[in-house]
C-alpha cells in the first residue's frame, strides 16, 4: 500500500520559484489499479519521483507498507517496483542481462534471477528478443524489458510512468492484461496515464492531479457521477477546468 500525506515540492527560489507538487495526498491500496491523472505540470512526475525517492520532498510524508521514504529509503526501494518516465536500458545488453542485472543489484541468487527472469519473459511476450541486446529496440520491446526488470525483485507495489506510451494496440492490449495481472496478485498497482481508454479499462480509482493539487480521488463511476458527464474524458477536463488536459 502507498500512503502520500500532504506532499509539498517546489524548485528554484525567489521570484522564479516554481510550485511543482502543493499538498498531494492520496492512498494506493493492495489489489487495486490507481490512475493517477493530470495536464502537463500538474504534478504527477515530481510526485512519482518523490514517491520512488529519486527526489525528496520539502514538506509531508510518504509511507509504502508502513515504512517511511524519508527514514528507510533503501526499504522502501526493496518494496517498489517502478518504470520510470526514461526507461534507461543499457544498450549493450539484452533484455535477459538487463533484467538480471537488476536482480543481482537486489541481492538474488543467480538460480532466483533464472525463474523469475524465465517467469517475466514468458507473461510479458518477450520470447522472441529477450536473448536480443535492446539496442534497436522498439518501444513495446524495451517497455516490456524495463516492466520485466522493475518486477525482477518480486515488488508488492508497482509504479509505472505511461507503460503504454508510444505502443502499438497488439503491445497495449497485451499491457493492460499484464495489469490486470498483477492487480490478481494483490498487488497495489499505481500508474500515470493521459489515455482516457485505458484509464476507464483498468482504474480501481483515479486520483487527478491539477496544478499540484489532488482535485478528485474517486472511482471512475464516481467521478462521472460527481461532473454529470457520461464520458470519464469530459469529466476529467471539467475536473481541471481546462481543455489543456486533452494533450497531457
Known amino acids: 500500500m502507498i500512503d502520500i500525506q500532504d506532499l509539498h515540492k517546489a524548485f528554484g527560489s525567489g521570484g522564479k520559484r516554481v510550485v511543482a507538487v502543493d499538498g498531494v495526498t492520496f ?8 490512475g493517477l491523472l493530470g495536464p502537463n505540470g500538474a504534478g504527477k512526475t515530481t510526485t512519482l519521483r518523490c514517491l520512488y525517492t529519486l527526489m525528496q520532498p520539502d514538506r509531508g510524508k510518504i509511507l509504502v507498507d508502513g515504512i517511511d521514504v524519508a527514514t528507510d529509503p533503501l526499504a522502501v526501494r526493496r518494496n517498489l ?18 533484467i538480471a542485472y537488476f536482480g543481482q543489484l537486489h541481492g538474488l541468487d543467480d538460480a532466483t ?15 522472441d528478443f529477450a536473448e536480443r541486446r535492446t539496442e534497436g529496440f522498439s518501444q513495446g520491446q524495451r517497455v516490456k524489458t524495463a516492466i520485466a526488470r522493475a518486477l525482477i525483485h ?21 499491457m493492460r492484461q499484464f495489469l490486470l495481472h498483477l492487480k490478481s496478485e494483490n498487488r497495489c498497482v499505481l500508474f500515470s496515464s493521459h489515455i ?15 496544478k499540484g493539487k489532488v482535485v478528485a480521488d474517486e472511482s471512475p463511476d464516481a467521478l462521472r457521477a460527481q461532473t454529470g ?7 476529467f477536463v471539467k475536473l481541471i477546468g ?3 488536459g486533452l494533450a497531457a
Open 81 to 98: 517496483g517502478v518504470l520510470p518516465d526514461a526507461r534507461g536500458l543499457y544498450k549493450r545488453l539484452t533484455a535477459r542481462e538487463n
Open 229 to 235: 458527464e457520461a464520458n470519464l474524458e469530459d469529466a
Open 196 to 210: 482516457m481508454q485505458e484509464v476507464a479499462a483498468l482504474c480501481d480509482r483515479i486520483v487527478v492531479i491539477a
Open 27 to 34: 492512498m494506493a491500496r493492495d489489489g487495486e489499479i490507481t
Open 242 to 244: 481546462t481543455d489543456e
Open 113 to 127: 534471477i533464472r525463474t523469475r527472469g524465465d517467469a517475466a519473459i514468458a507473461a510479458l511476450g518477450m520470447a
Open 154 to 174: 518480486d515488488p508488492k507495489n508497482v509504479i509505472l510512468d505511461e507503460p503504454t506510451n508510444g505502443l502499438d494496440v497488439m503491445a497495449t492490449r497485451a
